[in-house]
């Protein structure tokens, strides 16, 4: 990786602003009227395609993709902001499509962090101090606000909204239009307004080679935790642990989910 322009002039265009302290890595190609800041650190193979903003003190991993007009590294939208120095640190192989925002931290301690093959549709958001695990799908107006923490192969779908200091846990699904106000238990699929739970993924985990054993005891934590809402949470989960599907690995990483809710879960 090179500072400045000297290794990279054939690949950046003539209109493109690209700060001479950015940091841009081998075979990076910056498009039309982008604007790159001092502060940026581009890794190799990575593509901007027109008019990019990628500014503030970020860290962009390798082949990522960044489609015209997304807005990458704003400062945040907290109002406890005190302009003091903040980041955000991006993995490899990510795709934002047009309009995508993604801001810095709040404060200097803990960046905004994403992982790698995520994709990130036209007009998603990811807000300050959200932490987001790998192939994550955050559909068209998808909107994370706040401190967010999204696991690993979870899709939030269009248009809906999560609540700050929310999780979403491994490989669940949030349906269209939803309202998240409380975690979204992991393997599980929400929707509504508010969100409620509907079912296990099913399909997303049998495309993702989760055997028979795992989705067979993935279902009965399901009835025994979610589907029936007036049963206590505590009480359904203190019985159910004493089940054998309380036993199996992928329920085990459910119970801790739930367990270490603060905000309480989604039923």
Do not use: W
């Not at 934590?221 to 949470?233: M, Q």
């Amino acid at each position: 990786m090179t500072r400045g322009l000297v290794e990279n002039r054939s690949m950046i265009h003539p209109t493109a602003i690209v700060s001479p302290n950015a940091r841009i890595g081998n075979q990076v190609r910056i498009g039309p009227f982008c604007v790159v800041g001092a502060d940026v650190e581009i890794g190799d193979g990575c593509v901007l395609h027109s008019h990019v903003v990628i500014e503030g003190h970020t860290k962009v991993g390798k082949r990522n993709e960044f489609f015209p007009f997304a807005a990458i590294g704003g400062k945040t939208q907290d109002l406890k902001y005190v302009a003091e120095p903040t980041f955000l640190v991006i993995g490899d192989d990510n795709v934002f499509r047009e309009n995508t925002t993604v801001h810095r931290s709040t404060h200097d301690g803990k960046p905004t962090t994403i992982g790698s093959n995520n994709l990130f549709l036209c007009y998603s958001h990811v807000a300050h101090d959200c932490q987001l695990g790998n192939h994550i799908i955050l559909s068209n107006s998808a909107g994370l606000s706040g401190h967010i923490v999204v696991e690993d192969h979870a899709i939030v779908s269009g248009m809906a909204g999560v609540h700050q200091f929310c999780r979403i846990g491994a490989h669940a699904m949030v349906g269209g239009f939803s309202k998240v106000v409380q975690d979204v238990p992991p393997f599980m699929i929400v929707d509504g307004n508010p969100a409620a739970c509907r079912a296990i993924n099913s399909v997303g985990l049998q495309r993702r080679g989760f055997s028979e054993e795992d989705i067979k005891a993935l279902k009965a934590a399901y009835k025994r935790l979610f589907l029936k809402k007036e049963v206590n949470l505590a009480n359904a989960l203190s019985a159910f642990k004493a089940t054998h599907e309380a036993d199996n690995a992928q329920v085990k990483h459910l119970i801790e989910f739930v367990e270490e809710s603060a905000r309480g879960v989604t039923r």
